[in-house]
């Protein structure tokens, strides 16, 4: 199989996913806790069998990590040159507000970095997806246009957009360093999706975030043109270490 036929496969699969969530969401539903007091609901689960199923169909060699099956060990991962990452429900308490800002997160990771990926919101009707091979593309359902970054340079007013339900300290002392600065707040990896279209300029994330947390945006905004980078300008990379968690990282269309 192809990028092209994987992509669109993947596609299918995410929003096979989304219509699941989407049936649940316009309910009543059950919110659990985990350990790290991290809610989880119906839609999460019912996501991630719908998920994991079609991908151990599409691509049966290929291993899975999704953060509801988060349990594989170090010493498994660290042989994994090619695997998924996948977020059933990126922004679960988006979901929980029923704000719509909520999404599905498929990447494809080879050698730490993503190269194929779909976001998909269900319940705001739109999708976007990538691959190194092809490109990256916003798909309305009717409409499929192709993402490129809007790059400026680092004066004038730039666009920030920050995290609707985590909120960081950090992020204000950041900001410091332009001159005229505009807050767009959104939930879930539509904030590297925003970067990606060109409805933003620089996304810092300065709070905790998990590796399914970002994968999928990852590779739309890196494909878009965007640079995402750790706080040092070093490469954002995943499966590198025995926990999940990134690093702080900025994902910039500016040009220093």
Known sequence: MNQTELLEETLILARE???AIMGIYQKDFNVEYKADASPVTDADLAAHKII??????LTPDIPILSEENADIS???????????????IDGTKEFIKKN????VNIALIE???PVLAVVDAPALGVSYLASEAIGAFKDKGDERIELKVTTKPNKGLIRVVGSR?????DLAEFITRFDDVAMVSKGSSLKLCLVAEGSADIYPRLGPTCEWDTGAGHAIAAIAGAKVTKLDGSPLVYNSKDDYLNPYFVVSAIEE
């Open 100 to 103: 719509g800002e909520f999404t």
């Open 17 to 19: 996913a989304g219509s």
């Open 111 to 113: 050698h730490g970095i």
């Open 165 to 169: 339900s985590h909120p960081s300290p």
């Open 52 to 57: 994991v199923a079609g991908l151990q169909q």
């Open 74 to 88: 170090w010493e498994v991962r660290k042989s994994w040159q090619r695997y998924w990452l996948v977020d059933p």
